[in-house]
């Protein structure tokens, strides 16, 4: 029996910042979202490592502890495409957000419900907040990558209710 999802969980992937050479003098760097069963890529942006992709993905929520797995990889016409880090998106402070429900209507916009730190538990590289704007929960993130010299990867959270809620 297949689990209904508690929502579905849109990922806004903004742009890269300062992505490693995995080329002669650049990269041509793409990213794959991994949650549970679910794989989703963007397109590849050649010879840049600060693309601009200003893509979204919708990802099915199913159980909230299940990490939210970011890679970063640069195409390679003839060998093996180059892995440029990678980062796990945490989600718990945002769903926590979520959680309060009714009392978010009392809100203003633009009003910040929550401010995350960066720590050895996130990949954030600055402070995140999760703002309450035109009746939509939203969190903004620049994610540090691992495993890779250098890079971040700008991205946007947003909820939408799903079948389980």
């Not at 069963?37 to 979204?56: I, S």
């Not at 926590?96 to 954030?124: F, H, T, W, Y």
Request: aromatic share 4%; glycine share 6%; hydrophobic share 40%.
């Amino acid at each position: 029996m297949d689990q209904k999802p508690l929502g579905l969980l849109i990922i806004h992937i903004k742009r890269g910042i300062n992505l490693a050479i995995r080329d002669h003098r650049s990269s041509d760097p793409y990213i794959v979202i991994t949650v549970a069963d679910q794989t989703l890529k963007t397109r590849v942006v050649k010879r840049n490592c600060n693309p601009v992709w200003n893509e979204e993905m919708t990802v099915a929520i199913k159980d909230p502890n299940v990490p939210i797995r970011l890679a970063v990889f640069d195409w390679d016409k003839f060998t093996g495409d180059d892995k440029m880090g990678d980062a796990n998106v945490d989600i718990q402070p945002y769903l926590d957000a979520l959680k309060m429900g009714m009392e978010l209507l009392r809100l203003p916009n633009g009003c910040a419900i929550k401010r995350v730190q960066p720590s050895r538990e996130n990949c954030l590289s600055d402070e995140s907040s999760i703002v309450w704007n035109n009746g939509k929960i939203t969190q903004d993130m620049i994610l540090r990558l691992n495993n890779v010299e250098c890079g971040e990867i700008e991205i946007m959270l947003e909820w939408h209710e799903g079948g389980g809620c």
